[in-house]
């Protein structure tokens, strides 16, 4: 089996690209530019225009599978005159002009990257599939709108789809809030935390990519949709003292109302990061045991030590 992982030099898109390499697939992965994509370039094809307008035919030529992770993610400090417009280009267009040319080269399967973000920021029950969709954001917006896309192309050829709702993905080389927190962490300041019994439902890489394999190789997994975590969710507490144990340091924390950081968030900008760090957010994984046998794989807690110990070694 041949596999294209498109944004191979991305957090999730690198890690996917070695996992299946090392499992012995054959895997072709794309990058946008070259020299982001350190040690492993020379297995990667440099992409010479956008996702929404590239010819893909020379490059699917013998693809099985297309595993899709290439998007425009969250930006912290938007710089788009218009944003929604920006993500629709790369997210919705350009998966709909990958799938196009993929369903007319003959591929297989087509995995798409998605988000638990289609369901909204905030659930008082654990989320399924079946749950109501509520994008709050231009990001999962158009991950939703790129969903309907691909099912649009895989009804009308012989492609099937498989679509990945992940939530937060964490593991050495996180970036983004995941990053932060681990930086916060290892320098030893206090952090608000004390208190906050949320429960969030995250997915380590390792886990991840083990999940992404049963997309790829189980016939169960076609023309669904999965949610995908690991077993236990956690309190942002719980990560706190998981980082601070990978770093061998103890954590610190105190007590601060969380109704006066959500204003001073939301003065900020940063209403998002505020339901990230204090709201629930639990995820229902039935439907991956039951489809495609998917156990959870590593602890969260133990994965959460692992990557704040490997970031320390680094240092």
Known sequence: MTILITGANGFIGKQLHRHFLNRGFSVRGVVRHRDKQGDDAQDCVELDAPLETFDWTRILDGVDTIVHTAARVHVFKETSRNPREAFNSVNVQGTLNLARYAARAGVHRFVFFSSIGVHGSEWAAPITEQSNLAPQTPYAESKLRAEKELESVCSGSEMEFVIIRPPLVFGAGAPGNIDRLVRLVRFGLPLPFRGVNNRRSVVSIANLCAFVELCVTRPEAAGEVFLVADNEAVSTMDMVNAIAEGLGRKSVSFYFPPSVIRLLLRLLGQSRLYA????????????????????????????????????????
């Open 276 to 315: 990230q760090l204090f709201r629930s957010l639990e995820i229902d994984t039935g439907k991956a045991r039951e489809l495609l046998g998917w156990s959870g794989g590593v602890p969260t807690r133990d994965a959460l030590r692992e990557m704040s110990s490997a970031s320390a070694s680094e240092q």
